[in-house]
């Protein structure tokens, strides 16, 4: 019997061959000056062409949005033409593939930022946490904060590199909202002090990460459209005075906008799966209607029962497909997998990016 993890799968307008995922996994090869993709990202992507969805890394809606060394964009006609190539392989080999749409708000430098300007955020409030510039790790800057009149033209920054993706021939993009990046900040008390419409209420912060969502869906459409969320995740350097109701309000107002799916990081980005008392994830799951996309440190069985108990549609996968490039045969197979060198993760070329080897190598 086939487990359901390996059987076809509909996400909105997304036709998906199994419902494992490949999450997006920052890996930092792209050219630094004009954040375009290259040959190797196209070989990449290809190899992984097996996963029922491939989530790229993220990449920057705009200058503006970059935050490390090395990262793509999708808003220029040069990253267009540089992602064609990757779908155009992707498809190729029937598969299917969205790109997360990026700001990271306070997460970068000075040295990063167009014309080394301070970073921005919803409020001046530094983040504590770390990047990569050209002279390797750095302390972020402290942001300044956004004025009101400035979010229309970063929701418009969306709304274009949304047009940009299905021109690139994605099959759809995923909206950042997770990781403490600039939605997450608008989201969360710890870094939103903010005093207009923008801030205090749990209305009012979650009202940036829904003027997004109204912009990316009316340009591509809600079945086109997954967005990624972080509810109780302390990723860099974010937190929140009391998550689970924000996250509940966020949850019962995506209902309305029937989204391809919703991506969740259950528990800690990278770290423990478990949650502090009061946050619950089964909670916000029963609310939420959509298609329900796990994602924090699955493996085989995990992923097996998450889908057949209805824990989850669909589940992402990140560092196994680092090293994996075949992780659905494997995990159909129950085959071994390979082990990832951490120092080949970011930066560097083909050694720990293409040069995985799959089952068929070896036999």
């Known amino acids: 019997m086939t487990e359901a993890l390996f059987t076809p799968f509909t996400a909105g307008a997304i036709e998906m061959a199994n419902r494992v995922v490949m999450a997006p996994l920052t890996r930092s090869r792209a050219d630094n000056d004009t954040a375009e993709v290259g040959d190797l990202h196209v070989e990449y992507y290809r190899q992984r062409a097996g996963a029922g969805l491939i989530i790229t890394e993220a990449s920057q809606i705009s200058a503006q949005g970059k935050g490390y060394i090395k990262t793509p964009g999708i808003y220029s006609e040069g990253q267009v033409a540089a992602w064609k190539k990757v779908t155009d392989a992707v498809h190729a080999e029937g598969g299917k593939i969205v790109i997360q749409l990026w700001h990271v708000g306070r997460i970068s430098h000075t040295s990063i930022q167009p014309d080394g300007q301070a970073p921005v955020a919803?409020?001046?409030?530094?983040?504590?946490?770390?990047?990569f510039t050209v002279d390797g790790p750095a302390e972020t800057s402290t942001p300044r904060a956004l004025e009101t009149e400035e979010l229309a033209g970063i929701v418009a920054d969306y709304r274009h590199a949304a047009r940009a993706a299905i021109e690139a021939g994605f099959d759809g993009v995923e909206v950042h909202g997770a990781n403490g990046y600039l939605i997450d900040q608008f989201l969360k008390t710890g870094a939103n002090k903010r005093e207009d419409q923008y801030g205090g209420s749990i209305e009012n912060r979650a009202r940036f990460l829904f003027e997004v969502l109204d912009a990316v869906t009316d340009e591509i459409g809600a079945d086109r459209t997954g967005l990624r969320l972080s509810p109780f995740s302390p990723a860099n350097g974010i937190d929140d005075d009391d998550p689970q109701p924000l996250f509940e309000y966020v949850v019962k107002k995506l209902n309305a906008y029937n989204?391809?799916?919703?991506?969740?990081?259950?528990?800690?980005?990278?770290?423990?799966?478990?949650?502090?008392?009061?946050e619950s994830l089964?909670?916000?799951?029963?609310?939420y209607e959509g298609v329900w996309m796990g994602n924090n440190g699955y493996d085989r069985e995990m992923a097996i029962e998450a889908v057949k108990s209805g824990k989850a549609d669909l589940v992402a996968f990140g560092r196994p497909f680092i090293s994996n490039p075949d992780l659905v045969t494997r995990l159909q197979k129950n085959a071994p997998l390979n082990e990832g060198d951490q120092n080949t993760f970011y930066a560097g070329g083909e050694e720990g990016y293409t040069d995985y080897p799959t089952l068929s190598d070896a036999a």
Do not use: F
Not at 260 to 274: I, K
């Open 122 to 131: 919803p409020s001046a409030i530094p983040a504590g946490a770390k990047t």
């Open 259 to 278: 989204l391809s799916y919703l991506h969740v990081v259950e528990g800690a980005t990278g770290g423990p799966r478990e949650l502090a008392e009061g």
């Open 282 to 287: 089964e909670a916000l799951h029963k609310l």
